[in-house]
T-cell receptor, first 118, second 109 residues
């Protein structure tokens, strides 16, 4: 399977606990994105990496959120001291960025991690 | 900032045609994407437009007018499995995708 994978698919946690999600992008893709999606809304950008460098973070990403992509391959998204408002689907996407952009910037999404904070 | 508008819901009959409109106001423009998302699943890529005109791919077609900031996705010969949310997304100068809220299409027998 050469698609984007995410783990776990579902996570239930109590308020105040820390959670970590993993994303494995399509192997040749150099860009990796994290999004958050709540019911009835489109995905909202959180952050993205080009190779191992984190190039941008949304202001939606509070200090409790941190993301890493240590070797330019898989990425982790950690949420510390979770709050009920963090309950959402967390989506990872990857793309192959190059000169000219356009179709090569098509982002392919993983199945998502659904987080429920009780 | 980015502003992307699309209708919330549409209903159509199996075998019919449905057109989902999307208007956008964005900082820069490097293409418009349509994604399909079934409930509880990830978005899947449907189409990409960067030049004006119509792109046809089987039962699905996507149209773009850059001067009007307007796109539509046309679904023909609707099938029950086409019931899903359809997301319009624009990629701006920063190469980030900005999504609309999605249009939920319900196909009825």
């Amino acid at each position: 399977d050469t698609g984007v994978s995410q783990d776990p698919r579902h996570k239930i946690t109590k308020r105040g606990q820390n959670v970590t999600f993993r994303c494995d992008p399509i192997s040749e893709h150099n860009r990796l994105y994290w999004y958050r999606q709540t019911l009835g809304q489109g995905p909202e950008f959180l952050t993205y990496f080009q190779n191992e460098a984190q190039l941008e973070k949304s202001r939606l990403l509070s200090d409790r959120f941190s993301a890493e992509r240590p070797k330019g391959s898989f990425s982790t998204l950690e949420i510390q001291r979770t709050e009920q408002g963090d309950s959402a689907m967390y989506l990872c996407a990857s793309s192959l960025a190059g000169a000219g952009g356009g179709r090569r910037e098509t982002q392919y999404f993983g199945p998502g991690t659904r987080l429920l904070v009780l | 900032g980015q502003n992307i508008d699309q209708p919330t819901e549409m209903t159509a009959t199996e075998g019919a045609i449905v057109q989902i409109n999307c208007t956008y106001q964005t900082s820069g423009f490097n293409g418009l994407f349509w994604y399909q998302q079934h409930a509880g699943e990830a978005p899947t890529f449907l189409s990409y437009n960067v030049l004006d005109g119509l792109e046809e791919k089987g039962r699905f077609s996507s149209f773009l007018s850059r001067s009007k900031g307007y796109s539509y996705l046309l679904l023909k010969e609707l099938q029950m499995k086409d019931s899903a949310s359809y997301l319009c997304a624009v990629i701006g100068d920063d190469y980030k995708l900005s999504f609309g809220a999605g249009t939920t299409v319900t196909v009825r027998a």
